[in-house]
Structure formats: structure tokens, C-alpha cells
């Protein structure tokens, strides 16, 4: 086998690691799992790390399964938690564990024949038969309280402000580690990863598998991957309107696309070496020619390429540069008119805005009125035309003089127009 561990070392992709598992890496095919959480009906990037673990483990001739908590979700992992998380009724949490399974399905081929082919599975599966008794005989006998109580996200919660910490939120490391012990069961998972928020659970996992086995059927192995974080401190993952999720339905191919453009050098270096499959010597070499000429964003612009298909695809790439480009490059009326209105919105969001009725501009409405009576872009009548004769003003891309008259032609997404004073100043025209 390939060594994945040094691989993933490089790419700053290993916070901790059980004795033991670069060793049974390189041994042999090894079946290992990370668990997804529902408590969105997607995931959003801070989920692409775990995500690109699985994709790496498969590429490495390993066997990934990708786990959603359907019943861990029930209950909620108090890691890295400061209070009780309000618990989901059964409908919405059905709603996103299919959700979740379709974003995972993206990412890996579950119904792959390959020897090491990905498994999809809900512990829910296998939680929702076990009654309390059988659980507290079987599995609450092997952890003592002692071992429990002296995980971090137990003390943390137990020694902060606040309510403490409930029975049903104490019990999670203990399902997590069933988990663990249910896969080593039937698919003879040995190792589970996540994030480093998740060692003390993870561990349980491990020592519940020991505790429950003898000998060989003992092995169990753990490793986390470090929380990303901003080089500015500021946390990672979120934009000024939240969370950046994997769907376009809730984050836009443009908005996801614009993330990743603008991150800074120094986070843009250590980032595509998490978020991209590039080798070390292409990566390497992108380092140094984004040094020589910074300016050109060369790292976050491979970046943003690279990610968008990953998560999206080439064509949705392209359109997103194209958006792209209607701010920042030489696009024209045409490359305006092919963007559907909710990108539309994105790459105008924040421009102001004014709304007409659709029955004034069927009859045609000269650029001057538009300018200034009809939006207040311009302040007169006067600066509009000043405007138009030193050819500063633009409609839809395509400049127009003091003669043009805007009509039903003119409209995008028959509903808006895009008008533009000198290189960046824009307003949007909404026709009602």
C-alpha cells in the first residue's frame, strides 16, 4: 500500500494519531469511517475536510464508509459546545439525513463494484432495535464514568457557565463508540477519523471495540485531522452571509467560487494543500509563481478552479467565471443576458436598486429620465447628460448615448437592467 499518512502529513491533514495506524495503513486494505452529523439537510465546507479524507482513503485503495448520525443526531455531540443543542423532531432529521446522503453521493460512488467500493450508512439502522437495558448491560458496563468524565468536552461543560451537562448529552460518546464497535463488526472497519474535536469520542470508539473483542478482533485504530482555521484567527467556513454550504440551492456556484478567490495568500497556501488533489511539485510550483507576481492571485484563482468542480462541476465553473467577469472583465450585453437571476442577484448583490412598472418601459424611456427621475443613479438631468456625452454610461455593458431609449428588449431575465456610470459604479433597474 501506498503510504496515505505521509501524504496526508504534507498536506497538514494529521493532529493526532493512535500508535499503530500508519503501520496497518501500509499493511493492508483498511476499511475506516468518519460520521456526518444531520443537523442540516446539506453540509457546508467545514464538512469538506472529513469529505476529502474518504475521497483520499479511496484513492489510496482503502475502504471508506461515510456514516450519518441519524441517531446520534437525535441526541446531539456536545464537542466543542458550550450549551445543549435543541434536539430535532424525527421528520426534520429524516429530511436532512437524506439530504446529507445526497451531498456524500456527489463525492464517492456507493454503488461502485470495486473491492474497496465506499459504503453509505445511518446508525440509526442498527440503534433504533437495541433497547436501554441491553445497551447499559452490553455497553455502558465496558466505560466507567471515571474514563468518560475525563474526556475534554465533558469537562469543559461540566466545569463552565451554564446548565451543565444532560444524561442524554454524557450518553453520545458512548453511542459514537458503539458506532465504532457495529462497523468493526460487520465490515471490519479498524479505523475511524474526524476532526480534532472529536479524539475523545473517537477514542471511546477504540477502547469500547478492545473491551467488546480479544486478540486480533481487538484492533481499533483513531485519527484526527486539525480544525481549519483563518490566519487572521476569524473563524473558517463563513461568509458575510453565513455558512458556505455545498449546494447551490443554499450557497450560489458564484458565491462558493468568490469565497475561495478571496482568501488571503497566506490562507490560499495552506488551503490547496487541504482542498485540492494537486501533487506537491504542481502545488509547489503555483507557491512560487504566485511570490513572483502576487498580484495575479495565481493560488486563489487554482484554488477556486479547483474546488468549484470538485463540489460543482467544470460547466458551473465556467459560468461562475463568466459572473466573474461581468464585474471585473471585458464581458458584453450578451454574457449579461445568459446569467439566470438568482446569479444575477449574487454578483450584483449590494448595488442599489430601484423599481419601475413593467407598463412604463413597454412604451420606451429615454436614458436621461431613466438616469435620474426614474432610479436617482445620477442626481440631474444635467449630470446624466454631462455623463452620456463624455460616453461614461453604460446599459447592459454596451455604452449609449443622450438618443437611446430603454424598452422591453433591453430587460434580463425580462426583469432587469444593469446600468453603469464610468468602471464601477452600477445600479439595477427591477422591473416589476
Same mark, same amino acid.
Given at each position: 500500500?501506498?503510504?496515505?499518512?505521509?501524504?496526508l #502529513?504534507?498536506?497538514?491533514?494529521?493532529?493526532?494519531?493512535?500508535?499503530?495506524?500508519?503501520?496497518?495503513?501500509?499493511?493492508?486494505m483498511?476499511?475506516?469511517?468518519?460520521g456526518?452529523?444531520?443537523?442540516s439537510?446539506?453540509l457546508?465546507?467545514?464538512?469538506?475536510?472529513?469529505?476529502?479524507?474518504?475521497?483520499?482513503?479511496?484513492?489510496?485503495?482503502?475502504?471508506?464508509?461515510?456514516?450519518?448520525?441519524?441517531?446520534?443526531?437525535?441526541?446531539?455531540?456536545?464537542?466543542?459546545?458550550? @450549551?445543549?443543542?435543541?434536539? *430535532? @423532531?424525527?421528520?426534520?432529521?429524516?429530511?436532512?439525513?437524506?439530504?446529507?446522503?445526497?451531498?456524500?453521493?456527489?463525492f464517492?460512488?456507493?454503488?461502485?463494484?470495486?473491492?474497496?467500493?465506499?459504503?453509505?450508512?445511518?446508525?440509526?439502522?442498527?440503534?433504533?432495535?437495541?433497547?436501554? =437495558?441491553n445497551?447499559?448491560?452490553?455497553?455502558?458496563?465496558?466505560?466507567?464514568? $471515571?474514563?468518560?468524565?475525563?474526556?475534554?468536552?465533558?469537562?469543559?461543560?461540566?466545569?463552565?457557565?451554564? %446548565?451543565?451537562?444532560?444524561?442524554?448529552?454524557?450518553?453520545?460518546?458512548?453511542? #459514537?463508540?458503539?458506532?465504532?464497535?457495529?462497523?468493526?463488526?460487520?465490515y471490519?472497519?479498524?479505523?475511524?477519523?474526524?476532526?480534532?474535536?472529536?479524539?475523545?469520542?473517537?477514542?471511546?470508539?477504540?477502547?469500547l471495540?478492545?473491551?467488546?473483542?480479544?486478540?486480533?478482533?481487538?484492533?481499533a485504530?483513531?485519527?484526527?485531522?486539525? *480544525?481549519?482555521?483563518?490566519a487572521?484567527?476569524?473563524?473558517?467556513?463563513?461568509?458575510?452571509?453565513?455558512?458556505?454550504?455545498?449546494?447551490?440551492?443554499?450557497?450560489?456556484v458564484?458565491?462558493?467560487y468568490?469565497?475561495?478567490?478571496?482568501?488571503?495568500?497566506?490562507?490560499? %497556501?495552506?488551503?490547496?494543500?487541504?482542498?485540492?488533489?494537486l501533487?506537491?511539485?504542481?502545488?509547489?510550483?503555483?507557491?512560487?509563481?504566485?511570490?513572483?507576481?502576487p498580484?495575479?492571485?495565481? *493560488?486563489?484563482?487554482?484554488?477556486?478552479?479547483?474546488?468549484?468542480?470538485?463540489?460543482?462541476?467544470?460547466?458551473?465553473?465556467?459560468?461562475?467565471?463568466?459572473?466573474? $467577469?461581468?464585474?471585473?472583465?471585458?464581458?458584453?450585453?450578451?454574457?449579461l443576458?445568459q446569467?439566470?437571476?438568482?446569479?444575477?442577484?449574487?454578483?450584483?448583490?449590494?448595488?442599489?436598486?430601484?423599481?419601475?412598472?413593467?407598463?412604463?418601459?413597454?412604451?420606451?424611456?429615454? =436614458?436621461? @429620465?431613466?438616469? &435620474?427621475?426614474?432610479?436617482?443613479?445620477?442626481?440631474?438631468?444635467?449630470?446624466?447628460?454631462?455623463?452620456?456625452?463624455?460616453?461614461?454610461?453604460?446599459?447592459?455593458? %454596451?455604452?449609449?448615448?443622450?438618443?437611446?431609449? *430603454?424598452?422591453?428588449?433591453?430587460?434580463? &431575465?425580462?426583469?432587469?437592467?444593469?446600468l #453603469?456610470?464610468?468602471?464601477?459604479?452600477?445600479?439595477?433597474?427591477?422591473?416589476?
Amino acid at each position: 500500500m501506498k503510504n496515505i499518512i505521509s501524504e496526508l #502529513q504534507w498536506r497538514g491533514l494529521v493532529h493526532d494519531i493512535m500508535p499503530g495506524t500508519e503501520e496497518q495503513l501500509l499493511k493492508e486494505m483498511t476499511t475506516t469511517y468518519i460520521g456526518f452529523d444531520p443537523t442540516s439537510d446539506s453540509l457546508h465546507i467545514g464538512s469538506l475536510v472529513p469529505i476529502i479524507l474518504l475521497v483520499h482513503l479511496k484513492n489510496f485503495g482503502h475502504k471508506p464508509i461515510a456514516l450519518v448520525g441519524g441517531a446520534t443526531g437525535m441526541i446531539g455531540d456536545p464537542s466543542g459546545k458550550s @450549551d445543549e443543542r435543541n434536539l *430535532l @423532531d424525527e421528520a426534520t432529521l429524516n429530511y436532512n439525513v437524506e439530504g446529507i446522503k445526497s451531498v456524500l453521493s456527489r463525492f464517492l460512488d456507493f454503488n461502485s463494484s470495486e473491492i474497496n467500493a465506499p459504503v453509505l450508512v445511518n446508525n440509526y439502522d442498527w440503534m433504533k432495535n437495541l433497547s436501554f =437495558i441491553n445497551f447499559a448491560r452490553d455497553v455502558g458496563k465496558r466505560i466507567t464514568v $471515571n474514563y468518560m468524565m475525563a474526556k475534554d468536552s465533558v469537562k469543559k461543560r461540566l466545569s463552565g457557565e451554564g %446548565e451543565g451537562m444532560s444524561f442524554t448529552e454524557f450518553t453520545y460518546q458512548l453511542i #459514537q463508540g458503539y458506532d465504532f464497535y457495529h462497523l468493526h463488526k460487520e465490515y471490519n472497519c479498524l479505523l475511524q477519523m474526524g476532526g480534532s474535536d472529536q479524539w475523545g469520542n473517537i477514542t471511546t470508539g477504540t477502547e469500547l471495540v478492545r473491551r467488546m473483542n480479544v486478540g486480533e478482533e481487538a484492533k481499533a485504530y483513531a485519527m484526527t485531522c486539525p *480544525l481549519i482555521t483563518k490566519a487572521d484567527g476569524t473563524k473558517f467556513g463563513k461568509s458575510e452571509g453565513g455558512n458556505v454550504w455545498l449546494t447551490a440551492d443554499k450557497t450560489s456556484v458564484y458565491k462558493f467560487y468568490q469565497f475561495w478567490l478571496n482568501t488571503t495568500d497566506v490562507d490560499a %497556501e495552506k488551503y490547496i494543500k487541504i482542498f485540492t488533489f494537486l501533487d506537491a511539485a504542481t502545488i509547489d510550483a503555483l507557491i512560487v509563481e504566485h511570490k513572483t507576481a502576487p498580484h495575479l492571485r495565481v *493560488l486563489q484563482r487554482r484554488l477556486a478552479e479547483e474546488l468549484t468542480v470538485f463540489v460543482h462541476s467544470k460547466e458551473d465553473l465556467e459560468n461562475a467565471i463568466k459572473a466573474s $467577469n461581468i464585474l471585473f472583465g471585458n464581458s458584453t450585453s450578451d454574457d449579461l443576458k445568459q446569467l439566470d437571476e438568482a446569479t444575477f442577484l449574487d454578483v450584483f448583490d449590494g448595488v442599489p436598486q430601484a423599481e419601475i412598472s413593467r407598463a412604463e418601459i413597454e412604451s420606451g424611456i429615454n =436614458i436621461v @429620465d431613466v438616469l &435620474n427621475e426614474k432610479t436617482g443613479f445620477l442626481k440631474s438631468n444635467g449630470e446624466a447628460r454631462r455623463a452620456l456625452t463624455a460616453n461614461s454610461i453604460s446599459v447592459n455593458k %454596451e455604452k449609449v448615448t443622450e438618443e437611446f431609449s *430603454l424598452s422591453n428588449k433591453d430587460l434580463i &431575465n425580462n426583469q432587469f437592467v444593469l446600468l #453603469q456610470s464610468g468602471k464601477k459604479n452600477y445600479f439595477v433597474l427591477r422591473v416589476k
